[in-house]
């Protein structure tokens, strides 16, 4: 058992150690992130020495996704830190892939009677798929229980762009208005797209015009940028921090409020005039009807966990923003990032 | 570059890295051999092993060891059991597994860990002199160039498209080409052609379909038909490893071509060890001598060398991408560029400098690892072999397991069992009616990168232009031509020749 708990522990890490390439990735197809494999076949769970009063027993994360995507690493963070400060019990953890998270979304739903100690990992795309129609099911089917972390939005170019901010991009585009493509790792219509879009339009561009160029992969997405095919990237801010400092990219806007701790540097789309903001959160949901009483444990647990060092740890290893919406708040915040992005799916004909 | 050259040995040769490197190649040849273990799913098991070494160096050397020892034993079970696990050895299959049914599995395990350790040594060469100046070859190719380059590689559905075959070979590619665009694109926000079951929306498993096409209908034709069990000669001749001299004159260009080939194919971020594989197949079936032409598919040594060279030398060529830019070109350097990540590495151009050991130490450790598996393959392949030599009540069902094994253990579904099933019957009904499906198979895997590289080109350009627009692409286009149509001429010129020496006596 013993054993167990360490490989359990440990390979989690596999999983958070991708997360930054598979951030905004889950629109991709199953058979290119096969990561999955062996390690979705395995489900373990967590014993730890217990530190703090336990807020809850046990808790039973469930993956619409295979091992190794954002979400397995977002719930196997959350239930080691949650694990190993004693707020919880024990974790363990399942991976439902299918249908692009449809799956799992469909189990919780159809079993929720018996699935009240399950909480599901979800995050920007549960909106975005339940809008186009490909998940039959949407976020007010669920107990909304957290958002827990985010991450923001970035335009990146190469390290030998002559682009150096939003306003030399929007003059090139103005000068170039086919020449000048915008990449992303998503398809069209999906979040790195719908980021490019929402961009172009704060800035004052027709967003349909913008010519968006999308790749299967965050990888492939940055090849097609430093060899010029595409003039910026839309991508996730965690992973462009990562191609900054490897001297790779320049990031010329982030969809934050204001400048982000992590890397100072980057400057907002707000201070460049461009007033648009985005994040791309991920949170737990749990089964419909889940009892109040059960709903606020969860709740407690999640919130007391952002004080912990051992959450610390698990954040700063993998660059992940702390954005903490709870119930009511957390409703709020969906039904606003449904809206938005629905008026601008509608805009940009995917509705 | 000696500098780091020597930094790279003494840190590869210390006795811990040497472990890590034996242990890497041990581990990933054994968990390669079963069909549905790839290298990415064994990688993404070792990663939190290499972790909690903490030692970047030491962890890239076992996670690099892990990776190329997979691909050095994923070839066993496409030549054994006809069950590739992996899409780079679909290729291997085509001939590997016809040498093994002639009872010469010996013989085709050794070439193909011969191929092997030519392809990964001569790939590590090539990464340690070139790898800084090859960073900008990793960024000449457009998708108008990785579109040509993959209809490069399905010229390698020639090698099936026998006479009487050709109707056949391309309808089956067709299929192929059909199926790859089921489920969920890079390129449309709509999954395609799924009827609405949620089980299809992300494509059908590239596993599932090849032990559905290959492993699943070997088996059943063994229940069949009994004659065909025993036809694989007797043990002796299994276990012989010996190549003829003849032989290795025959495959040693084709080795020497591949390795570079594969090399070059690997750099490119796009493509990766399974185009190279179908690219050296297509190439080396196509230059080939008439006489030698017609064993391709039917069990050619030259057959089997090239993929396997080819998709060696193409893992360590994409380690270029990945340790000069950052940049991931296949799944499973994604995962090896997370692991790095997690251990505070970032690479990218400063990697050589900022921490030579690390670029410096991996790139000897290949050398060596490569040295290490030949050394463990060679004395164990009679034993390996001797795998067909137990009787067939017992070997069917275990091809059996493996096969569905392997198509469960990917996605934890269910329901790829059933498709397992429901396409392996219908593949043994084609087999029956003589279709060849080894180029469905291709089809189905260019299919998805063909489409998404197509339609890029095709936005970034607003049409078709990109064909005239990029030389390169051309050029590889009219490459793709000329190996189809060059077997086809020089049949004809001998027929000539042959014609005017009859009338001339």
Known sequence: ?351 | MLDGIWVGLSTAFSFSNLLMVIGGCLIGTFIGMLPGLGPMSIIAIMIPVAISIGDPSAALILLAGVYYGAIFGGSTSSILINAPGVASTVATSFDGYPLARQGKAGKALTVAAIASFAGGSIGAILLMIFAPALASVALLFHSAEYFALMVVGLSAIAAFAGSGQVGKALLMTLVGLMMATVGEGALFNQPRFTMGILDLQSGFGFITLAMAMFALPEALFLVLDPSRSNSGGSSGDIKDLRITKAEAKKIAPVIGRQSIQGFLIGVLPGAGATIASFLGYAVERNIAPKEEQAEFGKGSVKGLAAPESANNAACTGSFVPLLTLGIPGSGTTAILLGALIALNVSPGPRLMIDQPEIFWSVIISMYVGNVILLILNLPLIPYIAKVLAVPRNYLIPFILFFTLMGAYIGQNNATELLMLVGFGVCATLLRFANYPLAPLLIGFILGSMLEDNFSRSMQLYDGIGFIMERPMTMGLLALAVILVVLPTIRARRVRKQELEAAESD
């Open chain 1, 1 to 351: 058992m013993c054993q167990v708990s360490v490989f359990s522990r440990k390979s989690w890490v596999t999983n958070a150690a991708l997360v930054k390439w598979e951030d905004t990735m889950s629109f991709i197809r199953a058979r290119r992130v096969v990561a999955a494999a062996a390690l979705a076949a395995m489900t373990f769970s967590m014993p730890t020495a217990s530190i703090a009063e336990p807020v809850v027993d046990s808790i039973h994360f469930l993956i619409p996704g295979g091992a190794g995507g954002g979400w397995d690493g977002t719930a196997r963070g959350t239930g080691e830190a949650l694990t190993k400060s004693g707020l919880a019990g024990t974790a363990s953890f399942e991976n439902m892939s299918g249908g692009g998270g449809g799956k799992a979304i469909g189990y919780l739903i159809e079993n929720a009677a018996s699935q009240h100690g399950t909480l599901m990992v979800n995050s920007t795309p549960i909106v975005i798929r339940s809008l186009t129609g490909v998940f039959p099911h949407n976020f007010r089917d669920l107990t909304l229980v957290a958002g827990t972390i985010g991450d923001y939005a970035a335009i990146v170019v190469g390290k030998d762009s002559p682009i150096n901010s939003m306003s030399d991009l929007l003059a090139a585009y103005k000068a170039d208005k086919r020449g000048t493509a915008i990449g992303g790792g998503s398809v069209p219509g999906g979040m790195d797209h719908l980021v490019a879009a929402m961009v172009m339009e704060a800035a004052g561009e027709d967003a349909t015009m913008v010519k968006y160029i999308p790749y299967d992969a965050g990888g492939k997405a940055m090849a097609a940028l430093l060899s010029g095919e595409i003039s910026a990237l839309s991508t996730g801010f965690s992973e462009a921090i990562d191609l900054a400092n490897a001297g790779e990219v320049k990031i010329i806007g982030v969809t934050a409020d204001e400048r982000v701790a992590a890397y100072k540097d980057a400057p907002t789309m707000k201070e460049q005039g461009i007033d648009t903001t985005f994040v791309n959160w991920r949170g737990f949901f749990g089964a419909p009807g889940l009892p109040e009483a059960q709903v606020a444990t969860y709740q407690e647990a999640l919130a007391k966990m952002y004080d912990t060092p051992e959450w610390e740890e698990v954040r700063a290893r993998n660059g992940w923003v702390n954005i903490h919406n709870s119930g009511e708040d957390f409703h709020a915040f969906l039904e606003g990032q449904e809206k938005a992005i629905g008026d601008l799916m509608k805009k940009l004909g995917f509705l």
